[in-house]
């Protein structure tokens, strides 16, 4: 069965510095892979997505993220932060011919002014 | 913009009383969720229906129950709240694996 793993529970940096948050997975073969965000008082929202191809992903606001096969690691970073990035973000795996989606167990991301 | 709707926001409760939550979604997504996030964010699935198929997961306590009327509507019903059941409850829909997510409904058991 797939797994994901955010070893970083919380992360804080400065406004204006550059972000990498740490997603690692599990699973034998290449996973289809996703950043949520979660604002404060709010559901989660898709940022990104990897099903196949360029390993390097763009989302929203910025955010992009950097698929790797021979590392199973799937990191999201951002080159400037802003406060309003503040918020937990979530790294989740799926797996081909299943819909099943696993979760990480978030990191809470933390830009100071 | 919301595609996926919950009523309430919150709810406090007292421990022993009957809750229902509803969830609808506007996407034409053939799949709804339901999720339990506690208080250091975790998310642990509950239910999934698709088809009028449910998936269970085998740790939710039986107190707990999805109703549906139709794929674009999955409710939860707690039957007697307990004190742990304090958490976000957060319904999400997907047409394969992208999930959207309601804003969620945030129960407080006295």
């Known amino acids: 069965a797939q797994s994901v793993t955010q070893p970083d529970a919380r992360v804080t940096v400065s406004e204006g510095a550059s972000l990498q948050l740490r997603c690692k997975y599990s699973?034998?073969?290449?996973?289809?892979l996703f950043w949520y965000v979660q604002y404060p008082r709010q559901g989660l929202q898709l940022l990104l997505k990897?099903?196949?191809?360029?390993?390097v992903v763009q989302g929203v606001n910025g955010f992009e993220a950097e698929f790797s096969k021979s590392n199973s690691s799937f990191h999201l970073r951002k080159a400037s932060v802003h406060w309003s990035d503040s918020a937990v973000y979530f790294c989740?795996?799926?797996?081909?011919?299943?819909?099943?989606?696993?979760f990480g167990t978030g990191t809470r991301l933390q830009v100071s002014p | 913009e919301t595609a996926v709707f919950q009523t309430p926001n919150y709810h406090v409760t007292q421990v022993g009383n009957e809750v229902s939550f509803n969830c609808k979604q506007t996407l034409g997504h053939d799949t709804m969720y339901w999720y339990k996030q506690d208080s250091k964010k975790l998310l642990k699935i509950m239910f999934s229906y698709n088809n009028k198929q449910l998936i269970v997961n085998e740790t939710v306590p039986r107190r707990f129950s999805p109703q549906s009327s139709d794929k674009a509507h999955l409710n939860l019903r707690i039957k007697s709240v307990e004190p742990e059941d304090s958490a976000v409850y957060l319904c999400a829909s997907s047409l394969w694996v992208e999930q959207y997510f309601g804003p969620g409904t945030r129960l407080t058991v006295l």
């Open positions: 699973y034998s073969a290449t996973p289809y």
């Open positions: 990897y099903y196949s191809g360029d390993p």
């Open positions: 989740a795996v799926s797996t081909p011919n299943t819909d099943k989606v696993v």
